[in-house]
């Protein structure tokens, strides 16, 4: 391997990290935004918080895995992008996959949510 095609995948790598870093921190914040939405509503809710939750718990369900899924596709275009340019395109691939399964895992883990209310 030249200079050349290590210093290529060693900004496809970071590139790829950093995006997939920064949809993480975007799919965490939402998911902040909306615990903190729903703990500002008052009421008597002895068993748990989504039981007096209205819009705000469809925020905690739905919003963190929309953002990975999101985040999943642009790292799957950008996979066909660097791929069609020669480029390491399997470091894209295995951020897209990354951000897919941790989509499935947070909406897996939170519809029990909907179910219980």
Do not use: H, N
Not at 47 to 61: F, H, I, R, T
Not at 70 to 99: D, E, K, S
Request: glycine fraction near 8%.
């Amino acid at each position: 391997m030249t200079t050349d095609e290590s210093r290529d995948t060693d900004r496809t790598f970071r590139s790829a990290a950093t995006f997939t870093l920064s949809v993480l921190g975007a799919a965490l914040l939402t998911m902040v935004v909306a615990l903190v939405w729903m703990s500002t509503q008052s009421g008597d809710c002895t068993d748990s918080m989504m039981e007096c939750a209205g819009d705000e718990k469809y925020l905690l369900v739905f919003g963190p895995p929309l953002v990975l899924l999101l985040g999943g596709v642009t790292a799957f275009v950008r996979t066909y992008q660097v791929w069609r340019a020669g480029g390491r395109w399997f470091v894209w691939q295995g951020a897209g996959w990354m951000l897919f399964v941790l989509m499935l895992i947070y909406a897996a883990a939170s519809s029990r949510a909907l179910l219980d209310v």
